[in-house]
């Protein structure tokens, strides 16, 4: 079946300019997640979300991020007013359910210039 | 300390031999464990996961799990050249975190 989606694969933008990106998980799966991977990092969990729950929005770096998933299914990461710091892949996964097997997206790389 | 640690390599090995890729983590809690392949410029594809205590197979790749000793491993066997790639190791400790460890660089030499 049809795997994690995310778009745009690539996308350069200009400091402090607002971009969006699209996660579309596997169908069926409850539980998405962001992570960020800077060049030479590990994954840096952003946020999670869970069914209809509140999500968990801890690892988010500062209040310039943002996300939200609109009826439990496709999900959008939100960077307002972008750093160059921000300049890394963006990575989503969904699981079936919470704390299991997590399937990566092709990932968005993002360019601030 | 971080949550999870790996050595970053590089390990290098020859074609058909088994590779060892270590894994600590810290909390003692832990209840799902996982193994992920990062080819460059890819995005990590799952291998393996890791409930309890023991070994699980799943072809060449066996992953271990020693909660006393708070660590997981995997071997991959008969090792191949398309095998090299940075693999992560990740653990989810309770409720919704998943900490990623910074991945161990493989190479298998032909």
């Known amino acids: 079946g049809a795997g994690v989606s995310q778009s745009p694969s690539n996308k350069v933008t200009e400091k402090g300019k607002d971009v969006e990106l699209r996660c579309d998980p596997i169908?069926?799966?409850?539980?998405l997640y962001w992570y960020r991977q800077s060049l030479g990092q590990g994954l840096e969990f952003l946020i999670y979300?869970?069914?209809?729950?509140?999500?968990?929005k801890s690892g988010l770096p500062s209040d310039r991020f943002s996300a939200e998933r609109t009826g439990g299914s496709v999900s959008t990461l939100t960077i307002q007013r972008t750093q160059q710091e921000d300049s890394a892949v963006y990575l989503c996964?969904?699981?079936?359910?919470?704390?299991?097997?997590?399937?990566f997206g092709p990932g968005t790389r993002l360019t601030v210039t | 300390q971080k949550e999870v640690e790996q050595n970053s390599g590089p390990l290098s090995v020859p074609e058909g031999a088994i590779a060892s890729l270590n894994c600590t983590y810290s909390?003692?809690?832990?209840?799902?464990f996982f193994w992920y392949r990062q080819y460059s410029g890819k995005s990590p594809e799952l291998i393996m996961s890791?409930?309890?205590?023991g070994d699980k197979e799943d072809g060449r790749f066996t992953a271990q799990l020693n909660k006393a000793s708070q660590y997981v491993s995997l071997l991959i066997r008969d090792s191949q050249p398309s095998d090299s790639a940075t693999y992560l190791c990740?653990?989810?400790?309770?409720?919704?975190?998943?900490?990623f460890g910074t991945g161990t660089s493989l190479t298998v030499i032909p």
């Open positions: 979300f869970q069914g209809n729950s509140a999500p968990d």
């Open positions: 909390d003692r809690g832990s209840q799902s």
């Open positions: 996964a969904s699981s079936l359910v919470s704390r299991y097997e997590q399937y």
């Open positions: 890791i409930y309890s205590n």
């Open positions: 169908s069926g799966h409850t539980a």
């Open positions: 990740a653990v989810n400790p309770t409720g919704n975190q998943f900490y």
